[in-house]
């Protein structure tokens, strides 16, 4: 009966992300914004990650079609030092066109094809919000940590307030932060209010000062790995 479940589940979440959300085409350059911004925040988480690591190793989990790994790669990661995993078959397929040497993998539920403390950076954007059982959000969450290296990091990018008609998707709440069971180092808050910061965008001066101040849908959470206590 779980398995049904898990299935039931994962039928929704893809069908979720294959419908054209009409939402999801407003306010382009907001968006394109909070894209970038969202990618200099997991840099930044990348950086502590890299002090684990002599050579920074990333998985992606839920990677689309693998731009943001695809990011990661501009910025001097080795593509075979990259790995991702998708829901969506189609999705995936892009991804592997994209990063031919990446580890691309197709998943049907919380379990990573991964082995154990294989990477210094471990994310995922925009994906436990879609996850609605809290059971389940915590079981991928034990992957994603089981996955990470110790000295390594895991962060989420995620919705902190949601739009309350979108039914499909929960905020991730302190909560359900502190639901997936391992104390956190950092949040930082992202992603300006679209509409507002899409009409300032629009505006022939600089706004940088102007956003601070507006406010924030979202936020990415970071948890640092601890090495494990040594013996003597």
């Known amino acids: 009966m779980a398995a049904m479940g898990q299935d039931r589940e994962a039928d929704r979440i893809r069908d979720y992300f294959e419908r054209q959300h009409p939402e999801w085409h ?3 350059r907001a968006r394109a914004f909070i894209v970038e911004e969202r990618r200099r925040l997991l840099w930044k988480a990348g950086r502590l990650a890299e002090r684990a690591s002599s050579e920074l190793t990333v998985c992606d989990v839920g990677c689309g079609d693998g731009s943001d790994l695809a990011f990661w790669r501009s910025q001097g990661v080795k593509e075979e030092r990259l790995a991702g995993t998708e829901l969506i078959p189609s ?3 892009v991804a592997r066109r994209r990063l031919p040497l990446a580890q691309i993998a197709d998943v049907d539920g919380t379990s990573l094809p991964f ?4 990477f210094a950076l471990t994310s995922a954007s925009l994906v436990l919000s879609v996850i609605r059982e809290d059971d389940a959000r915590a079981a991928l969450f034990s992957e994603m940590w089981r996955i990470t290296r110790p000295g390594g990091v895991v962060a989420v990018y995620d919705f902190r307030v949601k739009r309350p008609e979108n039914d499909q998707v929960v905020a991730l709440t302190g909560r359900r932060i502190a639901a997936l069971g391992h104390p956190l180092a950092y949040r930082w808050l992202a992603a300006p209010f679209l509409p507002v910061l899409d009409m300032l965008l629009a505006l022939p001066w600089p ?15 970071i948890w640092c790995k601890r090495y494990p206590p040594t013996t003597t």
């Open 26 to 28: 407003r306010w382009p």
């Open 207 to 221: 706004i940088p000062a102007v956003s601070v101040v507006l406010p924030r849908t979202h936020a990415v959470w």
């Open 115 to 118: 082995a154990d403390n294989q």
């Open 91 to 93: 999705r995936g397929a």
